[in-house]
C-alpha cells in the first residue's frame, strides 16, 4: 500500500515512543560501554507530509535517548567536581555523545501510515571523562546545546498540543482547522530549523581546537534560519562563521538580522541584546566602520548599564570595544578616556591582578604611543607585563606580545600596536 502524500498538513495524532537501555550483551558491545536505544513510532494520515512526521519523531527520540543517559553523565567525577547543575547534564550529554540513527522506515497501519525511527547512543567510559571537562571549560557552546535542547523540547510540546486541538476541530475546511494547520506547519518548520542548528552545533563542537566553525556548519545554519526566519542563534552563528572568514561586512548583516529577531523574541532590555550589539560593533570595527561601530557599542552600553549598573566587567569589555574604535579612528584622546573608563571599573570588579587587566594595560600603551607620549606608553606595558607575568606565567603568548612592545619603545622599533 503506497502512501498518498501531500503538503496540506491535518492533525498528526499523537506520537509513541519507546525507550530501553540496551545492555552490552543485548547490544553486542563491550562490557564497559552502555549503549542506550530509543524506538519512536509516529502516525500520519494519508494527506499528510512524511517528512512532518520524520522530524517531529527523530526530536522525540532524540531527547529520549539522552534523557536516558544523562544519569551516566551526572555521575562523573568531573561533573561532580565542577558541581554541574542538574539541569545542565542533557546538554552536556548532547555535547558528548553522538546520536545514531540506526533504522527509519514508514509503513501503513489500518487507516493511517508510521513513521518509525530507532536512535542509539554509546558511552565510552574511557574518554568521556575528557569530553566532559572539555565541554565544561566552554560554557558558552554548552549553553547554546542547553538553550538549543529547550527549545526543542518545548516545540514538542506545542505540536503535541496543536495536534490535540486539531483533533477536536471536526470541520477539515473550517477557518479554525486551517489556523491550526497553519501553526502547525510553523512549529514543525522551527523544529527542523533546531536539528539544523543543532547540527551545526555538533560540527562545531568537533572544530573548536581548530579555532574556526567548519564550513558546512553554515550550509546547516542557512537551512535553519530559511525554515526560520525568527531564529536570532542561527542567524548570530551565521555572522560568527563569516566573521572567521573575515568577511565583516557579510558578518554584520548577520548579526543585525540576529539582532531584529532577538528584539523581537525577548525586547530591547534583555542581555542578548547587549551581546548582539557587541557582536555587531566588532564586526563594524573590523570592516573599518568605525563610526557604525561605536553607535553598536554605545547601544550595547545603554542596555548593559540598565541591567547590570556601572561596575560590571561586561561593561568595562564595552567601554574597551569603544576606545578600541576611537584609537583606530586616531583619536587617541577618546580612546584613553574610554580605556580608563574600563580600567577603573575593572580594578574594582576583578582586582589588581586579573587577566582582563592585560588588554586594558596594553591598549592604553598603544593609544599613549599613538599620540606620542612614549614615557606614558611605556608605563602601561610594564603594567600589562606584570600582570601577565602573575596570571598568566613568562612564557604565555601574551606576556612576550607586551615584552615586544616595550622592546620596541626602547629601540624606537616599528610602532607598537600597528
Given at each position: 500500500?503506497?502512501?498518498?502524500?501531500?503538503?496540506?498538513?491535518?492533525?498528526?495524532?499523537?506520537?509513541?515512543?519507546?525507550?530501553c537501555?540496551?545492555?552490552?550483551?543485548?547490544?553486542?558491545?563491550?562490557?564497559?560501554?552502555?549503549?542506550?536505544?530509543?524506538?519512536?513510532?509516529?502516525?500520519?494520515?494519508?494527506?499528510?507530509f512524511?517528512?512532518?512526521?520524520?522530524?517531529?519523531?527523530?526530536?522525540?527520540?532524540?531527547?529520549?535517548?539522552?534523557?536516558?543517559?544523562?544519569?551516566?553523565?551526572?555521575?562523573?567525577?568531573?561533573?561532580?567536581?565542577?558541581?554541574?547543575?542538574?539541569?545542565s547534564?542533557?546538554?552536556?550529554a548532547?555535547?558528548?555523545?553522538?546520536?545514531?540513527?540506526?533504522?527509519?522506515?514508514?509503513?501503513?497501519?489500518?487507516?493511517?501510515?508510521?513513521f518509525?525511527?530507532?536512535?542509539?547512543?554509546?558511552?565510552?567510559?574511557?574518554?568521556?571523562?575528557?569530553?566532559?571537562e572539555?565541554?565544561?571549560?566552554?560554557?558558552?557552546?554548552?549553553?547554546?546545546?542547553?538553550?538549543?535542547?529547550?527549545?526543542?523540547?518545548?516545540?514538542?510540546?506545542?505540536?503535541?498540543?496543536?495536534?490535540?486541538?486539531?483533533?477536536?476541530?471536526?470541520?477539515?475546511?473550517?477557518?479554525?482547522?486551517?489556523?491550526?494547520?497553519?501553526?502547525?506547519?510553523?512549529?514543525i518548520?522551527?523544529?527542523?530549523?533546531?536539528?539544523?542548528?543543532?547540527r551545526?552545533?555538533?560540527?562545531?563542537?568537533?572544530?573548536?581546537?581548530?579555532?574556526?566553525?567548519?564550513?558546512?556548519?553554515?550550509?546547516?545554519?542557512?537551512?535553519a534560519v530559511?525554515?526560520?526566519?525568527?531564529?536570532?542563534?542561527?542567524?548570530?552563528?551565521l555572522?560568527?562563521?563569516?566573521?572567521?572568514?573575515?568577511?565583516y561586512?557579510?558578518?554584520?548583516?548577520?548579526?543585525?538580522?540576529?539582532?531584529?529577531?532577538?528584539?523581537?523574541?525577548r525586547?530591547?532590555?534583555?542581555?542578548?541584546?547587549a551581546?548582539?550589539?557587541?557582536?555587531?560593533?566588532?564586526?563594524?570595527?573590523?570592516n573599518?566602520?568605525?563610526?557604525?561601530?561605536?553607535?553598536?557599542?554605545r547601544?550595547a552600553?545603554?542596555?548593559?548599564?540598565?541591567?547590570?549598573?556601572?561596575?560590571?566587567?561586561?561593561?568595562?569589555?564595552?567601554?574597551?570595544?569603544?576606545?578600541?574604535?576611537?584609537?583606530?579612528?586616531?583619536?587617541?584622546?577618546?580612546?584613553?578616556?574610554?580605556?580608563?573608563?574600563?580600567?577603573?571599573?575593572?580594578?574594582?570588579?576583578?582586582?589588581?591582578?586579573?587577566?582582563?587587566?592585560?588588554?586594558?594595560?596594553?591598549n592604553?600603551?598603544?593609544?599613549?604611543?599613538?599620540k606620542?607620549?612614549?614615557?606614558?606608553?611605556?608605563?602601561?606595558?610594564?603594567k600589562?607585563?606584570?600582570?601577565c607575568?602573575?596570571?598568566l606565567?613568562?612564557?604565555?603568548?601574551?606576556?612576550?606580545?607586551?615584552?615586544?612592545?616595550?622592546?620596541?619603545?626602547?629601540?624606537g622599533?616599528?610602532?607598537?600596536?600597528?
Open positions: 500500500m503506497t502512501t498518498k502524500i501531500s503538503r496540506r498538513l491535518q492533525s498528526l495524532f499523537t506520537f509513541f515512543s519507546i525507550l537501555w540496551m545492555s552490552p550483551a543485548t547490544a553486542g558491545a563491550q562490557a564497559d560501554t552502555p549503549t542506550f536505544v530509543s524506538t519512536v513510532r509516529y502516525p500520519f494520515a494519508d494527506t499528510q512524511a517528512e512532518d512526521a520524520r522530524i517531529v519523531a527523530t526530536a522525540q527520540a532524540r531527547r529520549d535517548v539522552l534523557g536516558k543517559a544523562g544519569p551516566h553523565i551526572e555521575n562523573l567525577a568531573v561533573v561532580k567536581k565542577q558541581k554541574v547543575p542538574k539541569e547534564v542533557p546538554a552536556l548532547a555535547a558528548i555523545l553522538e546520536i545514531e540513527t540506526v533504522l527509519q522506515k514508514s509503513y501503513a497501519v489500518d487507516q493511517s501510515f508510521v518509525e525511527i530507532t536512535v542509539k547512543t554509546q558511552i565510552n567510559p574511557a574518554t568521556l571523562e575528557a569530553q566532559a572539555r565541554f565544561l571549560n566552554d560554557r558558552d557552546l554548552l549553553k547554546k546545546y542547553q538553550d538549543t535542547q529547550k527549545k526543542a523540547s518545548d516545540l514538542l510540546d506545542t505540536v503535541s498540543a496543536l495536534e490535540a486541538e486539531s483533533r477536536q476541530l471536526t470541520s477539515a475546511r473550517s477557518e479554525e482547522k486551517r489556523a491550526v494547520s497553519d501553526k502547525l506547519r510553523k512549529a518548520d522551527r523544529l527542523s530549523a533546531v536539528a539544523w542548528f543543532t551545526a552545533l555538533d560540527l562545531a563542537s568537533r572544530q573548536t581546537l581548530a579555532g574556526r566553525i567548519p564550513d558546512e556548519a553554515a550550509d546547516s545554519l542557512i537551512k530559511t525554515l526560520d526566519p525568527e531564529y536570532g542563534d542561527a542567524w548570530s552563528w555572522g560568527k562563521v563569516y566573521s572567521e572568514k573575515s568577511e561586512g557579510r558578518a554584520a548583516d548577520y548579526y543585525q538580522k540576529a539582532l531584529k529577531a532577538d528584539v523581537a523574541a525586547g530591547e532590555n534583555h542581555p542578548d541584546i551581546v548582539d550589539y557587541n557582536r555587531l560593533g566588532l564586526a563594524r570595527h573590523r573599518g566602520e568605525y563610526d557604525l561601530a561605536i553607535e553598536a557599542y547601544k552600553w545603554l542596555v548593559q548599564i540598565q541591567l547590570l549598573g556601572e561596575n560590571h566587567p561586561d561593561i568595562a569589555a564595552t567601554y574597551n570595544n569603544m576606545g578600541e574604535a576611537y584609537r583606530r579612528k586616531g583619536e587617541f584622546d577618546r580612546a584613553i578616556e574610554y580605556y580608563m573608563k574600563d580600567l577603573e571599573i575593572t580594578l574594582k570588579s576583578l582586582g589588581p591582578n586579573h587577566p582582563n587587566l592585560i588588554a586594558t594595560y596594553n592604553l600603551g598603544y593609544a599613549c604611543h599613538g606620542g607620549d612614549n614615557g606614558r606608553a611605556m608605563e602601561y606595558f610594564q600589562a607585563l606584570e600582570v607575568r602573575i596570571s606565567g613568562d612564557n604565555h603568548p601574551q606576556t612576550r606580545a607586551i615584552m615586544e612592545n616595550i622592546e620596541f619603545l626602547q629601540t622599533g616599528p610602532s607598537a600596536g600597528r
